[in-house]
């Protein structure tokens, strides 16, 4: 655990997770009047897959999760931890690292760190993928997307969240 006086601290956190063409995301996280950008490769994994598996994992109680969006080169380390004392709020640290993939990371710096309501990130998370989701249905729009979205892994996904959520 880093510095409780990095951790940003405001009820003012958001983030939008865009699915551009040609293998590449982008993922913006909005935290009181700043915002940080990841811009994320699928050419080295499904960072889709790997989102909704960690998010998966916290709904079925882990303690953490963390996952990898690598860009080219380097990349940015997500890790998501429920805070002990109170269980319902999360963790979450999003540090960067140079190396290419299948490189050993050798050294992490802090990009953001906060806490949220799980239920909130869970949210936030949800829908983001849910537009993609629907979006990636269009076929203009997936032309250029084949291939980048995992639909069986959302589904799946899709069931259990709404089901912790309680959301019809």
Known sequence: MTDSSNIQNT????????????GWSTCRIFIGGNSYEVTITHVFGDPYYDFIKALSNLIEGQESATFFWYGEPGGEKFELRRIKERKHMLH?????????????????????EFEIPL??????????????????????????????????????????VKDYLSIS
């Open 92 to 112: 979450v640290e999003v540090s960067g690292f140079n190396e290419t993939f299948g490189k050993q990371i050798k050294e992490l710096t802090p990009t953001v």
């Open 119 to 160: 239920k909130r990130f869970l949210i936030i998370a949800y829908l983001q993928l849910k537009k993609s989701f629907l979006l990636m249905k269009d076929k203009i729009y997936s032309t250029n997307r084949q291939n980048d979205f995992p639909f069986d892994e959302f589904i799946k996904f899709e069931k259990i």
């Open 11 to 22: 009820e003012d956190i958001d983030f939008i997770l865009t699915m551009n063409p040609h």
